[in-house]
């Protein structure tokens, strides 16, 4: 069986396919390291044969880590494996992990991405925030879906709008946020965080946490520490977790916002 870049697996926090980066969880035998998902092998294919019971990810941790965590590492591998080996003698380019020792990080900023290299203790902390707002978000987006009678579009008033969206990112960031929505010109919308601005790390897991592309990055960045706001593009992601299709297209009027489904 031939596997390609569309295959893929679960991971702590969703999808994982070849190409993703990943941060290991801390509690694995490859504690907060960072690396390229290059194989998946789906458990019952002739190519599955580690004997795990859930799907193999091969995964390259080769990545220039600071000298200080290298040393922390090769404590670790010494007592794992017992016996003391330098990390360049340690294979890193094709390890097996299982689905749930893994966290997807793909399009990581690189200064949070550099943090997460050089300090064992920044890895842990991202690795927990992801996980416990990825946990809070799933459960937030359940207790607001809505009904709609059709699934390919719906309309929303503003005033309601802006009440969902402050329930959505209140109960990711588990603190009140407050939503305000603003028109720009007819056909295009964004939302402020005047009294509730994120800091970058938080950004950088709303981020991961709507699976935001190179383009909605780059619309959503900010020059100062915090942001004040998100996109027409990446506030229509938020709001299509809490409807029973994707929005891909939001269309303002007078009394609120169309958001349909790419039909």
């Given amino acids: 069986m031939q596997f390609n870049d569309r295959t893929q697996t679960f991971c702590l926090n969703g999808k994982l396919k070849i190409g993703d980066l990943v941060l290991s969880a801390s509690s694995s035998d490859y504690p907060c390291m960072v690396g390229t998902v290059i194989q998946i092998c789906p458990k019952g294919t002739p190519e599955h044969d580690s004997g795990n019971s859930t799907d193999d990810v091969f995964v390259n941790f080769e990545e220039a880590y600071s000298a200080q965590r290298i040393k922390k590492l090769e404590k670790h591998f010494a007592k794992l494996y017992g016996i003391a080996k330098l ?39 991202f690795a927990s925030n992801l996980l416990e707002y990825h946990q809070r978000a799933e459960k937030v987006f359940k207790h607001s879906s809505w009904e709609s009678p059709t699934y390919n579009a719906v309309h929303i008033d503003w005033r309601f709008l802006e009440q969902l969206l402050s329930k959505l990112l209140s109960g990711i960031f588990n603190r009140q946020m407050i939503v305000y929505i603003s028109r720009e010109e007819y056909d295009n919308w964004e939302i402020s965080l005047l009294h509730s601005p994120m800091n970058k790390w938080e950004q950088e897991l709303l981020f991961q946490l709507l699976d935001a592309d190179d383009y909605e990055r780059e619309a959503n960045r900010y020059s100062t520490g915090t942001a004040s706001g998100l996109s027409q593009g990446l506030s229509r992601t938020l709001v299509s977790k809490a409807l029973p299709f994707f929005a891909a297209v939001s269309l303002p009027d007078d009394d609120g916002i169309w958001f349909i489904s790419n039909m």
């Fill in 87 to 125: 990390f360049s003698e340690i294979p890193m380019d094709s390890v097996i992990m299982c689905p749930d020792e893994l966290l997807r990080i793909t399009g990581i900023e690189d200064e949070i991405y550099k943090k997460i290299l050089c300090f064992e203790s920044d890895a842990q902390k």
